[in-house]
């Protein structure tokens, strides 16, 4: 685990119970495991998004007008 010897863990693990005390560790593994599934969320929404950029970006490079696309279902009040 990372080159520790498990003594080295052990000593960082009673340095921490020292310091936010035993009451408190299952608060602090619970926000740390909401915050790594949160990550994990935010990370999966973005690169989502920019596979959806890559696809809105082809339309754009082969001469397409990007006011068109955004407006093809609205009709302005000088057209009607």
């Known amino acids: 685990m ?3 010897r ?3 863990v052990l000593l960082i693990f009673l340095a ?5 005390g035993a009451s408190r560790l299952p608060q ?3 926000s740390l495991g909401q915050a790594i599934k949160n990550f994990k ?3 999966g929404e973005a690169t989502s ?3 959806d950029e890559k696809k809105d970006t ?4 082969s001469g397409g007008n990007p006011d068109a696309k955004a407006s093809a279902g ?4 000088r057209d009607a």
């Open 58 to 61: 082809g339309t754009l490079q």
């Open 28 to 30: 602090l593994g619970s």
């Open 16 to 20: 921490i119970v020292l310091l936010f």
């Open 49 to 51: 998004d920019s596979s």
């Open 41 to 43: 969320r935010g990370f």
């Open 6 to 8: 498990p003594f080295e």
């Open 2 to 4: 990372l080159g520790m």
């Open 74 to 77: 609205k009709v302005s009040a």
